[in-house]
Nanobody, 115 residues
Framework: QVQLVESGGGLVQPGGSLRLSCAAS????????MGWYRQAPGKQRELVAT???????RVIDSGKGRFSISRDNAKKLTYLQMNSLKPEDTAVYYC?????????WGQGTQVTVSS
């Protein structure tokens, strides 16, 4: 079965950086569109960034210039590099793997941006 395991979250000061990682297993990783979503307390889950099997990327408007997504097909890893973090980036970040009508989620990793 599909398993997605996120890591790299934590507490960081405003202006700091974090790199989230998502390790995938149980899928033919290279054909999946991989994504990062986040959910802040009291808010709906929102898309942060996606990367297709061909390497095309998309980043949420509030993250442009600060966030980047990448993937390593050989290692079945997806990364979210987050720079210049702001308190409003505080949320649980979830990894997603999508192919056709199927979609799988990781358990999430907490990112807290606070001084």
């Amino acid at each position: 079965q599909v398993q997605l395991v996120e890591s790299g979250g934590g507490l960081v000061q405003p202006g700091g950086s974090l790199r989230l990682s998502c390790a995938a297993s149980g899928i033919i990783f290279s054909i999946y569109t991989m994504g990062w979503y986040r959910q802040a307390p009291g808010k709906q889950r929102e898309l942060v960034a996606t990367i297709t099997s061909g390497g095309s990327t998309r980043v949420i408007d509030s993250g442009k210039g600060r966030f980047s997504i990448s993937r390593d097909n050989a290692k079945k890893l997806t990364y979210l590099q987050m720079n210049s973090l702001k308190p409003e980036d505080t949320a649980v970040y979830y990894c997603n793997a999508a192919y056709g009508s199927g979609s799988s989620w990781g358990q999430g990793t907490q990112v807290t941006v606070s001084s």
